[in-house]
């Protein structure tokens, strides 16, 4: 009866455990490391299977991209991206604790530029985009924390359109440094 019962226990699959998170961001992108930076925000929100590894979703709005700061341009994009995470919870994933972590993956980025004051002239595009980074996520309880992050972004296009798809870095690269706070 112990040998069945001891069965039993042993067959009862454990409780998964999992983390989500949704962390509303405010940043600067800059485009050269003399540039000033500008203005970015938006929403990252990642689900943490297990504690250490994980895939999250990035949106990202970024109202002067190339920083042209001037009245005759006007650049804007935004960006969409569907990233890996690797985060090694430190002090466990429930309750107050640190995660540092690194993150990459490839989305898409919708640019428009507006330029002129006498002759309106506007382009919009969409292209694919890769990012690397990495960062920090704090937490000061069960469900409310801090997270900052570092990232590398970078345009990719097609160019060579007939002959299959090849990929290739293209001129729109810029970093972003975020903080925002995060809820789980």
């Known amino acids: ?9 042993l067959a009862v699959p454990a409780h998964a455990r999992a983390d989500g998170y949704v962390t509303p961001w405010v940043g600067l992108s800059a485009v050269t490391p003399t540039d000033n930076g500008r203005t970015a925000f938006g929403v990252t929100t990642g689900y943490m299977g297990g504690g250490v ?6 949106f ?11 009245t005759l341009v006007r650049e804007t994009a935004i960006t969409a991206f569907g990233n890996f995470i690797l985060g090694v919870p430190i002090g466990g994933t429930h309750g107050a604790g640190v995660r540092p972590f690194v993150t990459g993956g490839i989305g898409l980025a919708h640019t428009h530029a507006e330029t002129g004051t006498l002759v309106e002239v506007s382009r919009s595009g969409n292209g694919f985009n890769y990012n690397l980074g ?6 000061f309880n069960q469900h409310v924390g801090l997270r900052g992050d570092v ?7 097609d160019t060579d359109r007939l002959q299959g798809v090849d990929l ?3 001129l729109l690269r810029y970093w972003r440094v975020t903080g925002g706070v995060t809820f789980r």
């Not at 009866?1 to 226990?9: G, I, K, P, T």
């Not at 590894?53 to 990035?58: I, K, P, Q, V």
């Not at 990495?134 to 937490?139: A, D, K, L, R």
């Open 1 to 9: 009866m112990r040998c069945l019962f001891s069965a039993a226990v």
């Open 53 to 58: 590894f994980g895939f999250e979703a990035d």
């Open 60 to 70: 990202g709005y970024l109202p002067d991209v190339l920083g042209s700061r001037t």
């Open 134 to 139: 990495g960062g920090m996520m704090g937490f």
């Open 151 to 157: 990232r590398y972004v970078r345009g990719l296009a």
């Open 168 to 170: 290739e870095p293209t």
